[in-house]
C-alpha cells in the first residue's frame, strides 16, 4: 500500500496534464469560450477524442446545443458525424467518434445558446498526418 499509493498519484498526474493540444475560441458577442483539449494529437487514421470545454467568461449560464466536424473545400465541405458527445461537468463534454479522415485544416463547430441568443462559435483543427 505505501508503495502503491504514490505510483497511482504518479499516473494521474501524469494523465491530468498530459494535454498534448490546446486550442481555443471566445465569442466578442457573448463573451462565450469553446475549446477542446486531446490528450494526443488527431490523425487521419484514428478515432479522435478530446475534452470540449463551454465556457462563459462574465459567469453567464450558457447552454450546450450541438457540436460537429466540418472541413470547407472551396464552394463545399464536408463534415464527420455523430460524434459521440457526454457531459462529464458543468460545460464539460467529453467527445469520441471524431473522424478527421483528411489533412488539412477542420473545424469544430460547437452552437450554444445565452439568454436565448443562438451562437456558434468554430474552432480550427490542423490535421498533420
Ligand atoms: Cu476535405
Redesign the pocket.
Known amino acids: 500500500m505505501k508503495v502503491i499509493l504514490p505510483i497511482a498519484l504518479m499516473l494521474f498526474a501524469q494523465f491530468s496534464f498530459a494535454v498534448a493540444e490546446l486550442e481555443g475560441v471566445c465569442s466578442q458577442v457573448t463573451k462565450v469560450c469553446a475549446s477542446y483539449e486531446t490528450a494526443e494529437p488527431f490523425t487521419t487514421t484514428q478515432e479522435g477524442r478530446f475534452k470540449l470545454l463551454l465556457q462563459s467568461t462574465d459567469q453567464k449560464e450558457v447552454t450546450f446545443v450541438k457540436a460537429d466536424l466540418w472541413?470547407q473545400?472551396g464552394t463545399h465541405?464536408?463534415g464527420s458525424s455523430p460524434l459521440k458527445i457526454t457531459p462529464v461537468a458543468p460545460g464539460e463534454f467529453d467527445v469520441t467518434k471524431a473522424f478527421f479522415?483528411?489533412k488539412?485544416t477542420w473545424q469544430i463547430r460547437v452552437t450554444f445558446e445565452q439568454d436565448s441568443k443562438r451562437e456558434t462559435l468554430i474552432i480550427p483543427v490542423l490535421i498533420k498526418q
Open positions: 472541413m473545400m465541405g464536408h479522415v483528411m488539412g
